[in-house]
């Protein structure tokens, strides 16, 4: 079974690090992105999200939301799900959304990644 709760490291080599998860699945977290709209050095931002509970999926979804700090006015959500593969490794397998802000509604379509 996944346990998300410890440190994660993406192709990207950008690091999550995930607390303990709150009984009604819950959690909270840093994000370490390597990668950055403003081409700085690595930032942290904090995270939360939740996760299905494990009682009802050996293999739990999850989400959560970045807000990225000082160097970026984007906010990035990512889906996903939790598989242990077969050598016993756990893997997150996840999709994203980014949205910057843009100064019109006729700017929107440019908004998000």
Known sequence: QCDLSGLWRNEQQSL????????????????????????????????????????EAAWPTFGFTVRWEK?????????????????GKEVLATTWLLREPVGSLEDDWEATR
Do not use: H, K, W
């Open 71 to 87: 160097f970026s006015n984007a906010t990035a959500v990512f889906v996903g799900q939790c598989f242990v593969d077969t050598g």
């Open 16 to 55: 999550m690090e995930i607390s303990a998860l709150e009984d009604d699945g819950g959690f909270q977290g840093n994000y370490l992105t390597r990668v950055s709209l403003s081409g700085g050095c690595i930032r942290v931002s904090p995270l939360r999200g939740a996760q299905q509970d494990l009682a």
